[in-house]
């Protein structure tokens, strides 16, 4: 049996990577597994550019096909898989097509209000404090207004990380974010 895809996303600063952890521990599959994005970016070492610049379209789509192609083959040996990563619409062609192939793929993005997401921003040992601030200020607003996208947020500026990862598990159940 195929598995599952669950493309958690957000701006940072929203609970993505413990939501999207929480909610693979929590699935209802035999076997999950939890695809940290940002681990294939540590994986250039020579040319690498920091994703959220302008000039990292072409990296980042590479980027996003390799670890489209690693979800893919873990779906195909029967793994609920779930991806942590910023994967905002403008990257989500890809996962469409799969969709469109018969994958189940769904698109759940986390959001918290600004002040919130800077909150925690300040607080993450994952950068430098002025890192974490400069990708908040750089991945917040484009993850706002997102016309037809706003229906597969969920508001995470009041809730824990259970929460948050009740609320993914309930989103896949209904299938209201799944990608058709």
């Known amino acids: ?25 929590a699935s209802d599959m035999e076997k999950s597994i939890c695809i940290r994005t940002d681990d294939f970016y540590h994986y ?6 920091p994703p959220h610049l302008p000039e990292s379209d072409t990296q980042n789509g590479v980027v996003i096909e390799a670890f489209l192609a690693a979800a893919k083959r873990f779906a195909e040996g029967g793994y609920d898989v779930y991806i942590d990563g910023i994967v905002g619409p403008w990257f989500l062609k890809p996962w469409i097509q799969m969709a469109k ?66 609320a993914i598990k309930a989103c896949v159940r209904s299938g209201e974010n799944r990608i058709r």
């Open 1 to 25: 049996m195929r598995g599952r895809i669950v493309i958690v996303t957000g701006p940072p600063g929203t609970g993505k990577s413990t939501a999207a952890e929480t909610a693979a521990w």
């Open 101 to 166: 192939e018969g994958y189940e793929v769904h698109y759940i993005i986390l959001r918290a209000s600004r002040e919130e997401t800077e909150k925690r921003a300040a607080e993450r040992s994952k950068l430098d404090p002025k890192t974490n601030a400069e990708l908040v200020a750089a991945m917040w607003e484009p993850f706002c207004g997102l016309g037809k996208y706003e229906a597969y947020v969920i508001d995470t500026t009041k809730q824990t990380a259970a929460e948050t990862a009740a």
């Open 44 to 49: 250039l070492k020579k040319g690498a550019i």
